[in-house]
């Protein structure tokens, strides 16, 4: 099978390297790609018959993703079997519609389910009318609206832009002066077209866990959970990030909290996007926040979260190819449930310094293949080449990822590993896994 994956960052690296790993997979194209995916690209284009079409340096073309046709005439060009598209803005544009209705396979959402994602409104109101348990909120349109919604909440409460804003669209208010800010600046424009709108919520105690489920519309299969450390500080502190790093399984969620998640919260949402005309077909990623009610639906994102799905990728036991294209051909009730490792996978991310704001660019990086001697393996999120050296290109750079028998194991390697990696400028978290670390050391004693 030919197979054309789309995005650049470490998610669509674990998925190319992933995907390489399938011998379903003939040859492998991505765009736009990063030099991770690149040399992925390569390797497994090099078993190609096909080989020989394939351009040097692995990339096909550097698409305009919003640019349906062009993605469309490539499909055709070269047979593309699988269509993978890792980030969310295409999904929502509706790219996965184009596709589907040129009769191409593809790994996503169209774009009124991945309003799940798209607007953060339209879910909460899904929850509202299938009784989904999530925080109270109210839907607010301008900044006169929002400030006297926040002053009924009260502090501390959660102000969010209704749309796509780049997982920089979310306000943890804890005292009101931080909530009128994040109000005004929402409506201030900061967030473009995300902001035309925004939710105001309750703010909901616990401890949060991500949650994945694969469902073609009406079949649904648990794909694992994790949890990211979205603080850029030691002990979570500091702005919010894309994230700083992720273990999975997530202790945390226990099978009978897993039963909960699927029962009360993906299930009946699979069923109120069918029963609403847009059946879902992709992954839904959920965030949850466990409470003492149970499970509550923070937010769902409608592709693979970032870095949740390098560990996934380091535990999946099952050929991804045969689940993505069950999923994207409405068979997953014909195939098993994927296959995963009982061991702990970690990511650490190494960012550039000036992250979550501006990064610093250029950036020289040494020493991956030292990381990855000893099993662990170093995911491209931020890179590029230039003139033969590869650099920083991003906020977030690296994922560097390991397995152990537990979290601490984990831990252990994937640290051990970044240490051979030479990246002046980057920094990284020394603290992820901490919460599961401890847990297991206090188990111990």
């Known amino acids: 099978m030919n197979i054309l994956l789309l995005g650049s960052g470490g998610r669509e690296h674990a998925l190319a390297w992933k995907l390489a790993q ?36 692995g990339l096909c073309f550097k698409a305009d993703l919003s640019d349906h046709r062009s993605v469309f005439e490539f499909c055709e060009m070269y047979k593309i079997g699988l269509v993978v598209i ?132 009406s079949t649904i299969l648990a794909f694992g959970s994790a949890q990211d450390h979205k603080r850029v500080g030691v002990g979570d502190t500091g702005p919010n990030t894309g994230g700083m790093g992720a273990y999975s399984p997530a202790p945390v969620l226990t099978p009978e909290l897993e039963r909960q998640a699927m029962t009360s919260i993906i299930a009946p949402t699979v069923k109120a996007m069918a029963d609403a005309g847009c059946p879902y077909s992709g992954v839904l990623y959920a965030g949850l ?71 610093e660019k250029g950036g020289a990086i040494h020493g991956i293949a030292a990381a990855e001697a000893n099993g662990a393996k170093v995911f491209h999120a931020g890179t590029a080449l230039v003139e033969g050296q590869l650099v920083a290109n991003g906020g977030r750079v690296l994922n560097v990822t390991a397995r152990g028998q537990s979290v601490r194991e984990a831990q252990a390697a994937a640290y051990a590993a970044l240490d051979k990696i030479d990246f002046e400028s980057g920094f990284c978290r020394p603290d992820i896994g901490w919460r599961e670390v401890d847990r297991e050391l206090d188990r111990q004693s």
């Open 86 to 217: 890792g980030p969310e803005a295409p999904l929502v544009d509706g790219l996965a519609d184009t596709l589907r209705d040129a009769g191409i396979a593809v790994f996503g959402p169209g774009a009124a389910a991945a309003r799940l994602e798209g607007s953060k409104g339209f879910t909460k109101d899904l929850c509202e009318k299938a009784g989904i348990p999530t925080a109270g909120y109210e839907r607010v349109r301008s900044e006169a609206e929002g400030l006297a919604a926040i002053a009924r909440f009260g502090a501390p409460v959660v102000i969010k832009a209704d749309g796509l804003a780049a997982g920089k669209g979310v306000t943890v208010a804890m005292t009101m002066a931080e909530a009128e800010a994040a109000v005004r600046d929402i409506f201030a424009g900061r967030f473009g077209e995300a902001g035309a709108e925004a939710v105001i919520e309750e703010f909901l105690e616990g401890e949060e866990a991500s949650y994945f489920a694969l469902t073609d519309g």
């Open 22 to 57: 399938s011998p379903r997979c003939e040859t492998l194209w991505a765009s736009p790609g990063n030099p991770g995916i690149d040399s992925t690209i390569v390797e497994v284009n090099a078993r190609s018959p096909a080989g020989d079409a394939i351009t040097s340096d």
């Open 289 to 359: 926040m466990l409470t003492t009610e149970g499970p509550k639906l923070i937010e769902y994102n409608c592709r693979f979260g970032d870095p949740e799905c390098q560990v996934l990728m380091m535990r999946l036991e099952a050929d991804l190819v045969d689940v993505l294209s069950a999923c994207a051909e409405n068979r997953l009730a014909a195939i098993e449930p994927p296959r995963f490792s009982p061991d702990t996978a970690l990511t650490i991310v190494m960012a550039a310094r000036g992250y979550p704001g501006t990064p």
